[in-house]
C-alpha cells in the first residue's frame, strides 16, 4: 500500500521524495491517518506548486466512487478521489452540469474544495465551496465529522480553501445546476487594450461565464489586447458529452523549444485569428477544458518545470494595477502564451479561499533564474496592491507576504488547534508559509 | 441488457470492466468477501448505470459454499450470460518457499478456487448452450520463474483448465476467455516501482470487455506482453536458468 517515489506539482517544481499511501477502499483511507508523523491528502496533483507535496502523502485515487446521486434534484454525494471528469460523464447525460468548474476535468472532488476553486463564472456563482452542501472530513485524531454550512460550521469554512490542512475530505455532497444541453453558446468579443478588456468584463457582468484570454507580451497602446469569451448553456443540442482520451506528450521536451520567440509568435498569430464572434454553439468539454486535449502539457516546459503566478488585485485602481503588471510580464518578455484574465465577484466565508472582488491574471513561467525574480516582483507588486496570491498556483510564495494577504491565517489556525489538526496535516507549501 | 456475473468483484480490473457494463446499462452481480467494499462498488455501478446490482459475501476458498454462490446469482440475475472471474492474491514467493501451509493456501486461492467455480459454471452453460465465461490468469503462468512460481504455477493451472475447457464447450455455444495481464496498477501490486511497462486497469478492462464480446480465446493485456512471452518461452534452460526474474 505504501512505497516510496519522487512527486511534484503539475509544474514540476519542486519536486519531493515521499512516502505515498494509496489506500484502496475509504475505510482504509481513513484508517491511513492514524499512522504516525504528519500526512497531507493527494488528489490528481493538478495545483501547480508543493501545496500537494510532503514528506507522507495519502492518494485517494481508489476512493473514486459516486456514493448518491438524486436526478430529480441534482443533489450528488460522491467520495473524494473521484474526478470532475468522471462526474461529468454521469451528470451531463442525465441534464445536470458542475455549479462550478475550473479549467482541467482532470481534478478529484476532493482537490476541488479543498482549493475552494473558481470558475469562468465566479462573478455570479462564486467558488467550488460554496455548492458543497456537506462533507465528511478525517480529523487528526481519526475521527470522522460531517461539516456544512450550518453544521460545524468553523470547520467547513476552514476546510474549503484549507489546502488539506484540517483533514483528509472523504466524501462531500454538491448540488448541480440543471441543463438542456451540453452546449455553450460562446459570443467572442476582442479587447485592443487592458482597459478596453475591464470595460468589456463590466459591460458584460450578467453572462454566466466570462474570461479573457490575454495577450501579456504586447506592448505600449496593444499592452493587455485580449479576447473576451462569454457562454450561456445552450437549449438545443441534446445532452451528449464526448470524451476524446488526451493526445499525450510523452516526455519532457527541450525547453529551449519554447522560448520567448516562439511564445511571441504563437501569441501573436492566436490574437490576430481570432475573430469576433456572435453567438455560436460549442460543445463543453473544449469550451470548460481547452487544455485538457493535450495530456501532460506541462511537460512541453522541460525537466525543470514551470512556475503559474496567479494573483487577484481589488477592483478599485483595478485597472490601472493591472496595466502595471502586466507592463512588468511584457518587460520580462517571459510570460506565456496562456494567460488568463477574469472578473471575480464578492469573495466568500472561507477562511484561506482565494478570490475577492477584483481581476484575477494568471500566467506560466518557465523556471530560470530570472523568472523566479520576475515572479517574485510580481508578488511584492501585487502585495502593494493590496491583491494575493492563489495558494493552489504557489511554489514561491514568502511567508509574509502570505500572511499579509490572507488576514484570516490566524484564525484558520486556530480551527486547526481545536480539530486536531495541527501537527498532523502539513504540507511543503505550508510550512512554507509558517503554518503549524 | 447483458446479466453479469462477477466473481471477485473488488478487483481493481474487475471494478473497472462492471464501470464499462454499468455505462451500457447492464445488470450485475457481485461476489466478493469483504462486504463493506463491494457495497460501495454496487452503489457507484447503479449511480453510473447499472440496471440493477446485488451483491453475495463470500470468502471464495469456502469452496462448499460455491454451488449456493451460482444459485443466488440464478435467482438475482434470472440466468446468467457472462461470468468473470477475477479474485486472486499476489503470492509472498519467499515465505512459501518457506512454508508448505503457504504454498498450498496460494494455489488454493488462485487455482482450486477458481477451477471449482469453473466446473460447476462449465456443466451450468454447456446444458443451456450458452454462455460467455472469463477467467484472469496472468503472464506469469507462461513460465515458471524463480521470483514467483508459486503464484505463476497456479495461473499455469488456470490457463491450462481454461484452455481445455474452452475446447469442450466450443461444441456447446459457450465461449471461454482467458486473460493475462502484465503488470497492471492495481492494489495488488501497489508497493512495485512503476515503469514503462504497467497499464492501467481501466485500459485492461477495456480490453477485457472486448474480449469478451468478440468471443475470443486467449488475449495479453496489453498485447506487447504476446511478443515478450514468446521470447521467454522460447529461451532454452541453460540460459534461462541463469538468469533472475
Ligand atoms: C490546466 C489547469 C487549469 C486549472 N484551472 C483552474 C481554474 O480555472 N480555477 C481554479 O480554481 N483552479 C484551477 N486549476 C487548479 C486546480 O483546480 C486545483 O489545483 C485543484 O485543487 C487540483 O485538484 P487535485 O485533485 O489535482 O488536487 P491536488 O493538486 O492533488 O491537491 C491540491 C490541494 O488539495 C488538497 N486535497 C486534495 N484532495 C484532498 C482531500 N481528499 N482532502 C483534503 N484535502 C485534499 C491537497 O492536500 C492540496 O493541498 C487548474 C489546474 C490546471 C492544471
Ligand atoms: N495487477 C496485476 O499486475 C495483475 C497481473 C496479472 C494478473 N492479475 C490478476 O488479475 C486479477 C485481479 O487482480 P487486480 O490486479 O485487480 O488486484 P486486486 O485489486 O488486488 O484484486 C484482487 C481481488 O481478489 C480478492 N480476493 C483475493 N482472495 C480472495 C478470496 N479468498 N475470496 C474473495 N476474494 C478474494 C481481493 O479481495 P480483498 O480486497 O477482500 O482481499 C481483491 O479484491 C487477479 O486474478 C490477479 O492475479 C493481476
Known sequence: MTMTTTISGWGNYPRQESQCTKPSTAALLRTAVN?????????????????????????????????????????LTAESGITLREILTVIVPKGWFLPVTPGTSYVT??????????????????????????????????????????????LFHATCGGMGLTGIIISATIQLIPIQSSFINQKTIKAGCIESACELFEENNDATYSVA???????GKNLGRSVLMLGEHAEEGGLEIDLKEPVAVPFNTPAALLNSMTMKTFNTIYWHKAKAKPHHAVPLMPYFYPLDAI????????????????CVIPKSDGVANMRKLLTEVANSGEGSCLAVLKQFGKANDSLLSFPTEGYTLALDFKLNESTMQTVSRLEAMTLDMGGRLYLTKDAVMQESTFKATYPNWEKFEAVREQYGAIGKFSSMQSKRLGLA | MKKVLIIGATSAIAEHCARIWAAKGDVMHLVARNEQHVQTIASDLKVRGASEVTTYYLDLNNVGRHEELLNVADDALGSVDIVLIAHGTLSNQIKCEGSVEETLAEIQTNALSTISILTLIANRFEARKSGAICVISSVAGDRGRSTNYVYGSAKAMVTTFTSGMRQRLYKSNVSVVTIKPGFVDTPMTSEFTKGLLWAEPSAVAEKIVKAIDEKKSEIYVPSFWWMIMVILKKLPNFIFKRLDL
Open chain 1, 213 to 219: 484570454w490575454i495577450d501579456c507580451l504586447a506592448k
Open chain 1, 295 to 310: 495530456g501532460n502539457w506541462n511537460r512541453m516546459y522541460g525537466k525543470k518545470g514551470f512556475l503559474q503566478f496567479q
Open chain 1, 35 to 75: 499512522q504516525e508523523g504528519s500526512l497531507l491528502a493527494r488528489g490528481m496533483g493538478r495545483s501547480y506548486g508543493d501545496s500537494a507535496n510532503a514528506h507522507k502523502v495519502l492518494a485517494t485515487s481508489y476512493c473514486n466512487h459516486f456514493i448518491d446521486f438524486d436526478e430529480r434534484t441534482g443533489k
Open chain 1, 109 to 154: 472532488l476532493g482537490g476541488a474544495i479543498a482549493s475552494d476553486v473558481h470558475g469562468k463564472n465566479h462573478h455570479i456563482a462564486g467558488t467550488f465551496g460554496q455548492h458543497v452542501t456537506s462533507l465528511n472530513l478525517v480529523l487528526g485524531t481519526g475521527e470522522l465529522l460531517t461539516s456544512s454550512k450550518h453544521e460545524n460550521a468553523d
